[in-house]
């Protein structure tokens, strides 16, 4: 099993800035890749960034490109640093692992307890 906490949510006005981290503990070794999701009210949950641990490369949504960057240290704790925030990047915002850096999230294997990130205009 792997435990992911997360933690840096929280308000911000639109343009500002926020860092979300995420802590994995437990088998960590059974994992190639960390990832950031997230789910507003209505929608599907989508990919926000991958990164593959063992390479290094990572990916970013479209709608994020430029603005997020996800990283992680030796540990497999993973960062999403978020810049030039938007209202429609309000959501609950999920760190998650797997295998492999599944564009979906239905074969993720593990999931952390979701963090608030809400942006005004």
């Known amino acids: 099993q792997v435990q992911l906490v997360e933690s840096g949510g929280g308000s911000v006005q639109a343009g500002g800035s926020l860092r979300l981290s995420c802590q994995a503990s437990g088998y960590t070794y059974s994992t190639n890749c960390m990832g950031w999701f997230r789910q507003a009210p209505g929608k599907e949950r989508e990919g926000v960034a991958f990164i593959h641990t063992d390479t290094g490369n990572t990916y970013h949504a479209n709608s994020v490109k430029g603005r997020f960057t996800i990283s992680q240290d030796y540990a497999k704790n993973t960062d999403l640093e978020m810049n030039s925030l938007k209202p429609e990047d309000t959501a609950m915002y999920y760190c998650?692992?797997?295998?492999?850096?599944?564009?979906?999230?239905?074969?993720?294997?593990?999931w952390g307890q979701g963090i608030l990130v809400t942006v005004s205009s």
């Open positions: 998650a692992a797997a295998s492999a850096c599944y564009l979906g999230p239905d074969r993720w294997d593990y």
